[in-house]
C-alpha cells in the first residue's frame, strides 16, 4: 500500500493567509512525494507546545514565519553557521528526536533577485530598513553578496544598533537613526523588512535620495507591499519588486533540506503572481 507521508507545517500568527501549503505541495507533486503541510497558529507563548505536539504527531519538518524566527533558535539542537549569523531560524528538521534549524531567507532572497530578476547585488550601497528575523538572514545574504555598504535602520533604534554590531568586521556596515534616514546619500538598494502590513506609505522615512539604478524590494507580498512599493515609486525607484519570489524561492530550499530534491520554482511562482494580479484588478479603488 501507499509509501510514507511527510508531515510538514508553518507556524506563525496570523498564519491563515499562508501560501506555504499550496507551495510545498506543488514541489512535492513534481517527485511524487506525499506529503502533509498544515499552517499551525501560534504566537511567542504557545510556540514551544504547538511545535512540541507537532514533533509528538510525528512531525519531520516545520517552517516557522513572524513572530518566531528569532524564538525558534532556542527549540534548536543545533543550527547551521548561517543560522548562528543570523540568529533567526524559519526551517527545523526532525532528526534522532531533536529539532536541527536553519535559515533560508537570505537564499531565497537573493536567488529572487539575483537569479529571476537579474539584480546584482555586488557593489550596491544598501539600506536595509527593519531588525527582525528575515531581516537578520537578509543582512547575512547582501554582505556574503557583496553589497559596498549596509545600513541599518529600525524605529527602534537599538535593536537596528544590535543587528549591526552581529557584522562588525563584516564590511561596510552602519547602523543610521530612523529620523536621520535622508542624509544616507544616494542609495541604489532599499530592502523593506518591516512587518508586513504595519506601516502606511506616510509612516516610511524620507530619503536623501535613490541612485538612477536604484532597485526597491520588499520582503512581504500582495496587499502587504503595496504601501512600500508605492512610496518607492514615488521616491524614483529604477525598478520595484515584492518578496512573492523570495517565498517561493526559500521554500523551495527548505523542500531541499528536508527532501534532499531542488523543485522547480518558476511555474508555482508564476501561478500566484497570475492570481495576485487578478485580485488587484477585481479589488474596487
Known sequence: MGGAVFKHAVFGQPIAHSLSPRIHSAFAAQFGIAIEYRAIEAGVETFANELAAFAHAGGSGA???LP????AVAQCAQVTERATRSGSVNTLTWRNGEWFGDTTDGVGFVRDLEGRYGCVLAGRHT?????????RAVACALIDAGVDSLTIANRTHERAAELATAFI??????VC????ISATGALDLVVNAISAGHH???QFPRLGGLASNAVCYDLSYGVAAQAFLAWANAAGAARVFDGLGMLVEQAAESFSIWHGRKPETQ???DDLRREQVERS?????
Do not use: C, H, M, Y
Open 169 to 174: 568586521g563584516s564590511g561596510d556596515v552602519r
Open 267 to 269: 511555474a508555482i511562482f
Open 177 to 180: 537613526r530612523w529620523n536621520e
Open 200 to 202: 502606511d506609505g506616510a
Open 281 to 285: 484588478r477585481q479589488t474596487p479603488g
Open 68 to 71: 518566531l524566527k528569532q524564538i
Open 127 to 135: 539600506l536595509l530598513l527593519g531588525a527582525g528575523g528575515a531581516a
Open 63 to 65: 517552517n516557522v514565519t
